[in-house]
């Protein structure tokens, strides 16, 4: 069983759509991430939250938009995705502050674009 | 040039058999390392840290060379249920701390 869950494990959406991914951990732990990952590829990173505040943006187009309501929460917002944008897109926490800590992962949403 | 480089394999080996795979990093700022597994359509899930002296969790055994900047696994008695994609990461000390992700090595077990 997974500490960090992940709502919807299925999301598919028209590109006119507006969504949201959920992510949620009770772990403590205050850097939280969104990762991409497509068929046969690693995860990609999107995100990196640390202490509620956005510390890393990759580069990520603009319709795709994080927010971190709380310690313990953060969510992908999508607006006006393309297909290409289908993939597993993947939540993970850790303690920010210890090098050594291991990322936790959730289930992954698999998003699904039309 | 990548900074973690993994073989994408697949390796292909028999039940019974020992297998061992490497992951090369570039920056040697890297500070930790860790092997994750990753079933097909799942999330990638820890396997096991890599500790500088080496360590070892059952049929696994996790190395680290700080001077060659690798990290290796080696799984002794392969099962079945190994068959997955093994994928390794490092941890680098910078302004922030971003975990790097390698291609990851597929591994197949079969009877």
């Known amino acids: 069983d997974t500490e960090v869950t992940q709502t919807p494990k299925h999301l598919v959406m028209g590109m006119t759509n507006k969504k949201s991914l959920k992510c949620e951990q009770h772990?403590?732990?205050?850097?939280m991430y969104w990762y991409k990952q497509k068929a046969k590829k690693p995860p990609e990173l999107m995100f990196v939250?640390?202490?509620?505040?956005?510390?890393i943006n990759e580069s990520v187009p603009s319709r795709f938009s994080p927010e971190c309501p709380n310690s313990s929460l953060l969510n992908l917002h999508l607006h006006a995705l393309q297909p290409e944008d289908s993939a597993l897109y993947l939540c993970?926490?850790?303690?920010?502050?210890?090098?050594?800590?291991?990322?936790?992962f959730g289930n992954g949403t698999r998003l699904t674009v039309t | 040039r990548k900074e973690v480089e993994q073989d994408p394999g697949p390796f292909n080996v028999p039940e019974g058999a020992t297998v061992a795979f490497n992951c090369t990093y570039s920056?040697?700022?890297?500070?930790?390392f860790f092997w994750y597994r990753q079933d097909c359509r799942k999330e990638p899930k820890l396997l096991m840290s890599?500790?500088?002296s080496g360590n070892e969790d059952g049929r696994f055994t996790a190395q680290l060379n700080r001077a060659s900047q690798y990290i290796s696994l080696l799984i002794r008695d392969s099962k079945l249920s190994d068959s997955a994609t093994y994928l390794c990461?490092?941890?680098?000390?910078?302004?922030?701390?971003?975990?790097?992700f390698g291609r990851g090595t597929s591994l197949i077990v079969h009877p």
């Open positions: 993970a926490s850790s303690p920010p502050s210890e090098l050594n800590s291991p990322l936790h």
């Open positions: 939250y640390s202490y509620e505040k956005l510390s």
């Open positions: 772990m403590g732990h205050r850097a």
């Open positions: 890599v500790y500088s």
């Open positions: 920056n040697s700022a890297s500070q930790s």
């Open positions: 990461v490092v941890n680098t000390r910078g302004g922030s701390y971003i975990p790097t």
